[in-house]
């Protein structure tokens, strides 16, 4: 028991260490558990499935998922680290689908599964942003911080659709999220078919940055889909 939770310590250390950087070693130290016969916890999966998607190993990542003994069920770290793997990939079904599958457990998804799903779904600009917001409604508040809205933002933009991209913002105003420079810019770039628009747009940005002294009333709510 001892030695297999110092082997678990070691890889642990090296993945908040500098080493995490250097994903071969990381995979090593993963190996030397298995062949010692020591059962690494999730935490260790998760780092060794992310060190085989970070050097494009991605069948391998998934293989390693896929392969978790029951006595270790997949968290969302593990979840995360497969989907970065896809993502890596450009692979955004199978992240969706892995989105699915950790839907599935009955687990909540956290910012990281989050994010990776939403973004996903801005792969596919036709129908991706209204899959986009249904993940974003149906997923609890906590997860949606300002990355997944800005994927929202993101998918809402690519199709032009720039009222539901306007609504989003009002949504963050709401929860308490604050936008970045990037998130703005998405829904700026939602309404670059009309430069009226963008221009409106423009001067609403510029009000709740306080760069104008009277901010303009409250945006739309988010509408139902």
């Not at 699915?100 to 973004?119: E, F, I, M, R």
């Not at 997944?148 to 991209?165: N, P, Y």
């Not at 936008?179 to 309404?191: E, F, G, K, R, T």
Request: proline share 7%; glycine share 4%.
């Amino acid at each position: 028991m001892h030695c297999a939770r110092a082997h678990r310590d070691v890889l642990r250390s090296a993945c908040l260490s500098q080493r995490a950087k250097q994903p071969h070693e990381l995979l090593a130290i993963f190996g030397a558990m298995a062949s010692l016969g020591v059962q690494p916890d999730a935490w260790g999966y998760s780092a060794a499935i992310a060190a085989f998607g970070q050097t494009g190993r991605t069948t391998q990542a998934l293989e390693l998922f896929r392969a978790m003994p029951r006595s270790v069920p997949p968290d969302n770290h593990c979840f995360s680290a497969a989907m970065g793997a896809c993502r890596r990939a450009n692979d955004s079904e199978g992240v969706l689908r892995l989105y699915a599958q950790l839907l599935a457990t009955g687990a909540q998804p956290n910012s990281y599964t989050l994010n990776a799903a939403v973004a996903a779904c801005a792969a596919t600009p036709e129908l991706g942003w209204k899959r986009a917001l249904q993940l974003l409604v149906s997923a609890p508040a906590d997860a949606a911080d300002v990355h997944v809205f800005t994927s929202a933002l993101s998918a809402c933009s690519r199709a032009g659709r720039w009222r539901e991209a306007t609504a989003l913002l009002g949504r963050m105003e709401q929860q308490r999220v604050a936008p970045n420079a990037h998130s703005y810019c998405a829904a700026i770039a939602a309404h670059e078919r009309d430069v009226r628009r963008v221009a409106v747009v423009a001067v609403v940005v510029a009000s709740r940055v306080a760069l104008l002294p009277h901010p303009l009333p409250p945006l739309l709510p988010l509408p139902l889909l």
